[in-house]
């Protein structure tokens, strides 16, 4: 076996809704340590794929294999024990409960053996959960309701409680999306600072392509759900067809 | 120091326990009597308020209600089982366990689903006891006088023994609940309540969350049926009937999700509605209950549930 | 054999047709304004009595017998009159939008009211108005007779059902309810007055249970309680049909009608839970009912 660990493996992927072809014969590995964004156009496919990574949605042909195992047809939740978490486009947060306890219930459910008699609210979890607002600067908002939170702040919440768990592979479901312009990049920054801890695998699924240029070393581009380019940033955003069919640069589109 | 103290569940429960225990020897019997049906009915609204919390309702908790008391009721009377405890904290795990073995079946569903199919095998089980004539078909039967420890009360202490021993189980029953809600799986379940798909994505299982919750509803449902049972020294199809079922979701919904003790209070405020109008306004009791349920909704829709934990939220942060 | 073939069917498609009257004004009420109403059993047994007060009160005037349906008519009319703008406006109103569990509690306890306010108005004497059967005469299928207004309920179902389901495909007020049916905010924004088109779903609902109190007022003796079981027979059928929808209460309807049925001729003990044991295998092999699509949730 190579050195490089295949983390991630999608082998001839194909799913239809009907008569739209959502993907058609994806195949893509993943390394430990990559930065991926996934790139395309509304439709192309990019948030069916991740949705068929983390078992929400089945292939209709085709295998999903993390560290070699094969999880096509696992639940989500199993999916996200053995590994695979993610982030979603609108933060799926616990909205009536403060920062603080969302944590904490991320907490609680990447935890094994719980103790139906233990008080959640621990001095060590306490400690633990500390230490990710602190990693995510969420300290001021620890003890306010997610519902009253600003949408910068919730979705770094959405991705914090992904990052409990310790996952292999970190899916980020359009992290800036719904985020003003001025927000984003502190965003994409205080995101990005707080995922280089651990050698963590990203994949993210962005629009905004400088915030692909910034933080993403690889880019795959998906177009009616093929893959039409995959490769390092620099080449695939100068690539002919992502040029024309994704970041929409030449004019040549027939509307 | 004291103040800690005053914070402490099982301080807070065994204070509350010798009060009323107290209070009890003060009052009259029949107030006794509407106490122990109320920690009864509150027993079955724990379980409905232990489900709300991972966001189902029950209209069909007549069901364990029913299977509680007529096991503690054939007990009684086919296997001469008199011992109250004992009655009570079998009816407690043999509905528990039936609760286990039907949770899975119901748990794949939701909102006004859980809803109506609870309520459906309430009513099969209508429908069944009402036609078995060897246990008395709708007319039900008679309990034999509860003994305990072997020893049978006078009757004229007979209520208030019993009124202890429901308060001294409840009062076990309703702290170690208290320590699950604390939990983290208690927490989660109030996490499925809010967003189930999250609870999955974060690596929990929404399902077992609410198996356990049903079964613990379950278990609770046939403890307050076998002292409803007891109680009133009779048992009939009636307690599995949906308009009793509906008297346990009124229980739930005026005391809300938040407090044990608002349970019991909202319980006893049916039980004291029932026995006044009962006595003064025949025909009126459910016009009464009615509009108390309506006015709830509107103007408490946390239950009172919630004056408590700002009460002692308040308390906390001082 | 043939007869007792014949009994079933007739017994069950009477039966089917009652409960499909109360069942099409639950599952309509339900598809507009998603609310699950148990006081519609309370409707119908207002219904029921205001039939068994203004019917005596008919032929003491004297009028031609014929006429008697139409005072039956009047009666389920004014009781949906009076109820609509207290129950839709007054209380329900304020619901909208919150959890539907949350809302059959509300109508849970104005069910409750409404029991205690039938024996307010009229006691807990058993009221009798059998005339209006005897109308319509008997019919006879091979050795078996059949009273002619039974059978006449049968037509009056079909009538209701037809007329509804063409108010709703064939008109254009019809084709805007459903639009709302599908999306009240969308229908909103597009110039629908929605608190108008809930205001009507609910009299047309409310109208129905009434009508199926008010033509099953001579088949009963009107009393405390004739609404509990209707409550939960109701429910059966809508849960079996899937909820909001009409073919869904026609097949519902038919199912339970036929199941008691056959149950009273051939298995009477088990009568009683027949329609529960549909409704919980209903839940148990196709949670929505039959007529009700999957909706998948958008992540």
């Given amino acids: ?74 639940n989500p939740r199993t999916i996200t024990q053995k590994g695979i978490s993610r982030s979603f486009q609108i933060p799926q947060i616990f909205e009536p409960m403060s920062t603080w306890e969302n944590i904490l219930i991320a907490l609680g459910t990447s935890q094994k053996n719980h103790s139906y008699f233990k008080n959640a609210r621990s001095k060590e979890n306490a400690d633990y959960i500390n230490e990710i607002l602190s990693r995510f600067s969420l300290h001021e908002f620890a003890h306010r309701q997610v519902s009253e939170l600003p949408g910068g702040v919730r979705k770094l919440l959405d991705i914090a409680m992904a990052l409990v768990r310790k996952p292999d592979i970190l899916l980020l479901d359009e992290p800036t999306s719904g985020v003003g312009a001025e927000e984003k990049y502190p965003l994409m920054d205080n995101i990005a600072k707080a995922l280089s801890v651990e050698n963590l695998t990203v994949i993210f699924v962005e629009h905004d392509m400088d915030i692909v240029q910034n933080y993403s070393e690889r880019v795959i581009a998906f177009y009616q759900g093929e893959i039409i380019a995959d490769g390092k940033c620099d080449k695939v955003l100068k690539d002919e067809n992502v040029q024309e069919f994704v970041t929409g640069k030449t004019p040549k589109r027939a509307k | 120091m004291p103040l800690k103290l005053l914070n402490n569940v099982i301080f807070q429960s065994i204070f509350l326990m010798s009060l009323l225990i107290v209070v009890g020897i003060f009052i009259p019997n029949w107030l006794v009597f509407v106490i122990t049906k109320a920690i009864a009915y509150g027993l079955v609204g724990l379980g409905i308020i232990t489900l709300m ?56 569903y939701r909102d006004i689903f859980f809803a109506m199919l609870s309520l459906a095998f309430s009513m099969v089980l209508y429908g069944i006891l009402i036609k078995i004539d060897a246990i008395g078909g709708s007319d039900g039967f008679v309990l034999p006088e509860s003994t305990y420890f072997g020893i049978s009360p006078s009757p004229e202490y007979a209520d208030y023994i019993l009124y202890v021993v429901s308060i001294l189980m409840t009062g076990v029953v309703s702290i170690l609940l208290r320590y699950y809600y604390n939990s983290t799986p208690g927490l989660i379940a109030l996490a499925v309540r809010e967003n189930e798909l999250r609870v999955e994505y974060l690596g929990s299982s929404a399902f077992n ?74 025909d009126t009791w459910q016009l009464i209950l009615g509009v108390f349920l309506i006015l709830s909704i509107i103007f408490i829709p946390s239950g009172i549930g919630s004056f408590f934990k700002q009460f002692f939220d308040k308390f906390k942060n001082k | 054999m043939i007869d007792e073939i014949l009994t079933i069917i007739l017994d069950g498609a009477i039966y089917a047709s009652w409960l499909f009257i109360v069942a099409l004004g639950l599952t309509f009420v339900f598809g507009v304004l998603k609310i699950l109403n148990i006081a519609h059993g309370g409707i119908y047994a207002l219904g029921a009595y205001s039939t068994a007060t203004l019917v005596p009160i008919f032929y003491s005037l004297g009028m031609p017998d014929q006429l008697v349906i139409l005072t039956m008519l009047v009666s389920a009319l004014a009781v949906a009159i009076v109820i609509t703008p207290i129950m839709e406006r007054g209380i329900l109103r304020r619901f909208y939008g919150q959890d539907e569990v949350l809302i059959v509690l509300v109508t849970y306890a104005i069910y409750l009211v409404l029991e205690d306010v039938q024996k307010l108005i009229w006691g807990m004497n ?69 608190n108008k088109v809930y205001l009507a779903a609910f009299f047309v609902g409310a109208f129905l249970a009434a009508l199926a109190g008010s033509f099953t007022a001579p088949l009963i003796s009107v009393q405390v309680g004739i609404s509990v079981a209707v409550v939960i027979e109701s429910f059966a059928v809508v849960i079996i049909g899937g909820l909001g929808s009409i073919p869904g209460a026609v097949i519902g309807a038919l199912i339970i009608g036929m199941a008691r049925a056959a149950c009273v001729h051939k298995l009477p003990e088990a009568e009683i839970f027949i329609m529960y044991f549909c409704m919980a295998g209903m839940l148990i092999f196709r949670p929505k009912g039959l007529f009700q699509g999957t909706q998948a949730r958008k992540i």
Avoid at chain 2, 263 to 270: K, N, P, S, W, Y
Avoid at chain 3, 127 to 155: K, M, N, T
């Fill in chain 3, 126 to 194: 058993s009221l009798y108005v059998y005339e209006p059967r005897e109308l319509l005469g008997a019919l006879q299928f091979g050795s078996l007779y059949y009273v002619g207004y039974d059978l006449a309920l049968i037509g009056l179902a079909i009538f209701c059902g037809l007329l509804l389901w063409l108010f709703l495909n064939k008109t254009k007020s019809g084709k805007i309810v459903l639009a709302v049916i599908h999306n009240p905010e969308i229908s909103g924004c597009m110039g629908v007055n929605i």
């Fill in chain 2, 209 to 282: 969350v609410t198996v356990l919750n049903f079964t613990i509803a379950a278990g609770l449902g046939g403890m307050g049926g076998a002292l409803n049972g007891i109680a009133l020294g009779h048992i009939d199809p009636e307690f599995t009937y949906w308009t009793t079922s509906g008297e346990f979701v009124f229980i739930s919904i005026l005391a809300g999700y938040l407090s044990v003790p608002a349970v019991f209070l909202a319980a006893l405020f049916l039980e004291l509605v029932r026995s006044f109008s009962g006595r003064y306004f025949p």
């Fill in chain 2, 53 to 108: 919390r991972g966001g189902l309702v029950s209209f069909g908790q007549g069901f364990v209600f029913g299977i509680g008391g007529y096991t503690a009721g054939l007990l009684g009377t086919q296997a001469g089982l008199t011992d109250a405890m004992l009655l009570l904290f079998i009816s407690f795990l043999f509905t528990g366990f039936i609760g286990l073995i039907i949770a899975p079946l119901l748990a794949r």
């Fill in chain 1, 1 to 74: 076996m190579s050195k490089n660990i295949n983390l991630l493996k999608a082998e001839g992927i194909n799913k239809c809704f009907g008569a739209v072809v959502a993907a058609k014969d994806i195949n893509m590995t993943i390394q430990k340590g990559e930065r991926v964004s996934l790139i395309g156009s509304n439709g192309a496919g990019k948030t069916t794929f991740m949705n068929m990574v983390t078992g929400y949605l089945k292939p209709d042909s085709g295998n999903i294999y993390l560290k070699n195992e094969n999880i096509t047809f696992l």
